[in-house]
Structures are given as structure tokens and as C-alpha cells.
């Protein structure tokens, strides 16, 4: 292939978490400052990025965060690089980041796999109903591809972040089990995913050959309860049980530019 900064298949994805220096404040962010704020959270033509969203961060590990995605690697960059430059940058601190790039798992179903899963399940191979199923699945899957790939972001108010590995320890290494049991845990855990239907909505971004974890978890919820409730479900899943190894968490509400200020008082 030619050579580029633009993956082949998914779009870049970057993570930000920043705290507020108020250390290094006198006085409430100068007009100039809260201007640079609002425009680099809302960049415009060429530098707007395809996605862009904003949150305030509840607890003392960040002030705010930020989630952007892009084909190109520097667009994502861009926004970061806006919040720390002169003169805003000296009261703005990142305290936490990830690097990543969406994906279509190795774990979601070819519709042929999608098929002998029904078929193990009990389901009659020259059945209508098979087909039926087999067909709306198929119809499904450039959608449901372009969501892994390309997500819009939903508005819902809540949203968590946190990167994981598989672990790689004797007994539970991941990456020694065969795809076939790594096929079915991963099974298991969409089921339990797919319980949460319309309350949360997940991306799960790759770091692995880019960032310190192999992946990054993004979870979406109508409200914050759903938060907790998925990822107290998954951690009884195989997949999470026993090779799940877990970074930092932040939790944040979605905010725009002028309300994460009022939030943070500065
Ligand atoms: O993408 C799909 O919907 C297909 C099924 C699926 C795959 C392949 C799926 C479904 N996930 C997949 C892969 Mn997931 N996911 C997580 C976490 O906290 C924890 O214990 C784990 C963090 C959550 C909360 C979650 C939610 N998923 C993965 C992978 C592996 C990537 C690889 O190896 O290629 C990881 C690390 C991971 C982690 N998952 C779902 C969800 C939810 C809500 C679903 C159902 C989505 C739906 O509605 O279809």
C-alpha cells in the first residue's frame, strides 16, 4: 500500500484528560484564555476533526476530558496541541491520555460464523427461520461495522472511560488459548453487552502497537447507573473474570466548553 497516515480501515482516537493548574491562576481565566478554550473544543473547516466530544470529570483525577476522532492522526492531535498552547497552556495540564484506532473485532461473527453459532445453538440448518435470522444479520452487519469503525458519538449524558489488557500470567494467559475459546468467551461477554441494549452504548478502540494498553474502553449510558451495572455483569464473564486487567477509570458528564468552565469555577 501507499504509504499514509490514514489506517486503512478505522479512524484515530484520542482520549484527554486534563486538570485545570489553579496553582498557577490569579485570577479567573482571562477572556482571551476562555476564547482559546471554546475554540479549541469547537475547531472549525479544515481542522474540524469528525468527531469531537467534551465532558467534565467528577473526582480529582481530571477537571475535564476529551474524545476525538479523525482519519488523520494530526487532526486528533490538533485539538490537544490548541488546548496547550500559549497563552491558555499554562493553566491547562494533561494528566492522562490514549492513543488508539477503531476496529472491527476478530471476535465479531461472519455471517458464517453467526450461522454455525445458530446451528450449535439447536437451530435447524435448512430452516426458514435460520435464514430469516441469517438474513437479518446480514443486513445488519455494514451498519453495525460502520458504528466500530466510525461511531457517532451519542449525546447521553454519562460517559466512562478506562483501557484494558488480557492478561498474559500462567493459567490465564489470553493470547496461548485457541480462537475457538477465545470466540466463545468473547460470545459470553457480547451477551452480556447486548442485555444493555439502549442504555449504553460501547466502543472499544485498539491500542495495541500504540499506547501502554491494548485496548481502550469507551462506554456511553443514559445514566450512570447503567455504568456500573454493565461492568459489574462483565466482571463475572469469563473474558473479564479471569483475564481482564484494568487502567485507570474516569467517569464524566458530556459538557460544552462554557459549561465545563462554570463547572470548574475558573
Ligand atoms: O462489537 C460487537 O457488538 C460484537 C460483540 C463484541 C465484541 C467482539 C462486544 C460486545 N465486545 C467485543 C469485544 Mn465488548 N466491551 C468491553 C468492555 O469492563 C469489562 O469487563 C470489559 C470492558 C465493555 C463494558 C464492553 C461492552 N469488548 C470486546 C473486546 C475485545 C476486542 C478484541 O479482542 O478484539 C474488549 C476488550 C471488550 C471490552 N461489548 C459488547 C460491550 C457491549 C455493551 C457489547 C454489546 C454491544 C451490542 O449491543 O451489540
Redesign the pocket.
Known amino acids: 500500500p501507499e504509504p499514509s497516515t490514514v489506517p486503512e480501515n478505522g479512524w484515530h482516537c484520542g482520549h484527554f484528560f486534563y486538570r485545570f493548574r489553579r496553582e498557577a491562576m490569579a485570577a479567573p481565566l482571562s477572556s482571551e484564555c476562555v476564547s482559546q478554550f471554546a475554540a479549541a473544543l469547537a475547531p472549525s473547516g479544515d481542522a474540524a476533526p469528525e468527531r469531537l466530544a467534551s465532558y467534565w470529570i467528577s473526582g480529582h483525577g481530571a477537571d475535564f476530558g476529551i474524545m476525538v476522532m479523525d482519519p488523520d492522526p494530526a487532526k486528533v492531535d490538533a485539538v490537544h496541541q490548541s488546548l496547550v498552547a500559549p497563552p491558555l497552556g499554562q493553566f491547562v495540564e494533561a494528566v492522562w491520555s490514549f492513543v488508539s484506532i477503531s ?1 472491527v ?5 461472519t455471517i458464517e460464523r453467526f450461522r454455525d453459532r445458530l446451528i450449535a445453538e439447536g437451530a435447524d440448518p435448512d430452516s426458514d427461520e435460520l435464514k430469516a435470522k441469517v438474513g437479518a444479520y446480514e443486513r445488519r452487519l455494514p451498519m ?1 461495522n460502520e458504528q ?1 469503525l466510525r461511531p457517532e458519538f451519542p449525546e447521553w449524558p454519562a460517559a466512562c472511560f ?1 483501557p ?1 489488557n ?1 492478561s498474559r500470567v500462567p493459567g490465564a494467559n489470553w493470547f496461548t488459548e485457541p480462537f475457538s475459546s ?1 470466540n466463545a468467551m ?1 460470545a459470553e ?2 451477551q ?3 442485555a ?2 439502549g442504555k ?3 466502543l ?1 478502540t ?1 491500542g495495541v502497537g500504540l499506547d501502554d494498553w ?2 481502550m ?1 469507551t ?1 456511553w449510558a443514559r445514566n450512570p447507573d447503567y455504568l456500573k451495572d ?2 459489574y455483569k ?2 463475572f ?1 469469563v ?2 473474570a479471569k483475564y ?1 486487567e ?1 487502567g485507570p477509570f474516569y467517569v464524566g458528564y458530556r459538557a460544552a466548553a462554557d459549561e465545563i468552565l462554570d463547572h470548574c469555577k475558573v
Request: proline share 3%; glycine share 2%; net charge neutral.
Open positions: 476496529e473485532s476478530e471476535y465479531v461473527p453495525m466500530r478506562y484494558m488480557k477465545r468473547m461477554h457480547a452480556s453487552g447486548i444493555f441494549a449504553v452504548s460501547q472499544i485498539v491494548e485496548w474502553v462506554l454493565i461492568v462483565m466482571r464473564d473474558a473479564s481482564a484494568f
